[in-house]
C-alpha cells in the first residue's frame, strides 16, 4: 500500500531542507521589486532589549552586556593603542526565539518529524541541528501582503483567543483588493502587540491568531511565509485543542516559515497591504530560529 504524501514533504526532493523558499526565484523577485509605490520603508521588528518587549518566561530575558569600553584601553598598547583612543563592543545573549524571530523547518515536530520527514533526532543537544536549521533558510525577497483582519473588523486588536478563520482571511482580502500568489509572504495583522504596549506591556499567552482552516488556507495559496505581530502566529488557546496544530500543518507539512512578533502598526496606518518583503535570518548553524528585523517598502 502506497505510503499517502504529506504536504509538500519529497516536492522539492528527499533532501530538501528549504521548504516553500523553493518558490521563489530571480523571476520572483524581480516581480516584487515593481510592487512599491511610494518607496517608504518600513522596520517591522520589535527591539531586543530586557523589559518592554513580549517575552516567553521560560526563554528568559535578553541580555546586552558591554565587553569592552574605556577602562579597557590598555589592552590595545601592545598593538600600537594610544590613549584615548579604543572602542566599544557587546555581549549578546537570548533565546533564539525572542522578540521578532523566524522559525526554521526544525522547530516544531510531528510524530517524530520535521519537515520533509526528517526524524527529531537530528537535533542535537551541542550541535543543534543537523537538518532543516535556519542557516538553510537564506534571504528572503519576495511580494508581501498585509491582511489586516483587526482593520477589516473595525477594532484595534482582536479579542484575546480569536480565532481567524479562513472566511476572515479571504473577507479581508477582498475587503482590500488584493489576492495572494504563490511565493508571497503573508503578514497577518491581529492588533495583539498593539494591545500589550497599550496595557503596561503585561505578557498574556491568550492571544488572538490564526486557526487551522486558516493555516490550510494559506499552504493551499503556496505563500513561502505567515507573519504575525503575535507570540504563535496561531491563536492560543490552540484551536480545536491541537496543541502547536498551526505549526505543524505549515512548518511541518508544507515547510512554511513563521515569523513571530511583528511590529505591524505603521503598515497598517498607511494602509499599505501590498509590498517588497525583505528578511535574512542569521546563518547560525543548526539554530531553530533567528532573530530578524524584516524590512517592508511601500
Same mark, same amino acid.
Given at each position: ?106 522547530? &516544531?515536530? @510531528? +510524530? ?8 527529531? !533526532?537530528?537535533? =542535537?543537544?551541542? /550541535? *543543534? ?96 511565509? &505567515?507573519? @504575525? +505581530? ?8 490552540? !484551536?480545536?485543542? =491541537?496543541?502547536? /496544530? *498551526? ?52
Amino acid at each position: 500500500m502506497t505510503e499517502q504524501k504529506i504536504g509538500n514533504w519529497g516536492r522539492w526532493g528527499a533532501d530538501d531542507e528549504r521548504g516553500a523558499l523553493n518558490l521563489l526565484d530571480p523571476g520572483t523577485t524581480l516581480a516584487a521589486t515593481r510592487v512599491s509605490r511610494t518607496g517608504k520603508v518600513y522596520s517591522l521588528g520589535l527591539p531586543i532589549q530586557r523589559a518592554g518587549i513580549p517575552l516567553v518566561d521560560y526563554r528568559g530575558t535578553p541580555q546586552r552586556l558591554t565587553l569592552l569600553n574605556h577602562l579597557d584601553e590598555h589592552m590595545y598598547e601592545p598593538y600600537g593603542g594610544k590613549p584615548g583612543v579604543g572602542c566599544h563592543e557587546d555581549v549578546l545573549t537570548l533565546a533564539s526565539h525572542t522578540s521578532t524571530h523566524m522559525d526554521a523547518l526544525c522547530h &516544531v515536530y @510531528s +510524530d517524530g518529524k520535521t519537515y520533509n520527514g526528517f526524524g527529531n !533526532d537530528a537535533m =542535537e543537544t551541542y /550541535g *543543534g541541528a543537523a537538518r532543516c536549521g535556519i542557516e538553510k533558510a537564506g534571504p528572503v525577497v519576495t511580494r508581501g501582503v498585509l491582511i489586516d483582519v483587526a482593520r477589516y473588523k473595525q477594532v484595534d486588536w482582536l479579542e484575546a483567543g480569536y480565532v481567524i478563520t479562513q472566511e476572515d482571511l479571504e473577507d479581508t482580502l477582498k475587503s482590500q483588493g488584493v489576492q495572494l500568489q504563490p511565493g508571497d509572504a503573508a503578514l497577518i495583522r491581529t492588533g495583539w502587540v498593539d494591545w500589550f504596549f497599550a496595557n503596561g506591556q503585561e505578557m498574556s499567552l491568550v492571544q488572538p491568531g490564526i486557526g487551522l482552516a486558516a493555516a490550510a488556507f494559506l499552504a493551499s495559496r503556496d505563500v513561502v511565509a &505567515v507573519c @504575525s +505581530d503575535n507570540t504563535a502566529v496561531e491563536a492560543q488557546p490552540f !484551536d480545536r485543542d =491541537e496543541f502547536l /496544530g *498551526g505549526h505543524v500543518e505549515l512548518l511541518v507539512r508544507h515547510g512554511i516559515y513563521l515569523i513571530e512578533h511583528l511590529n505591524l502598526s505603521e503598515l497598517a496606518a498607511d494602509g499599505c497591504h501590498e509590498f517588497l518583503f525583505m528578511v535574512s535570518p542569521l546563518r547560525i548553524t543548526g539554530a531553530t530560529a533567528s532573530p530578524v528585523n524584516p524590512v517592508a517598502v511601500g
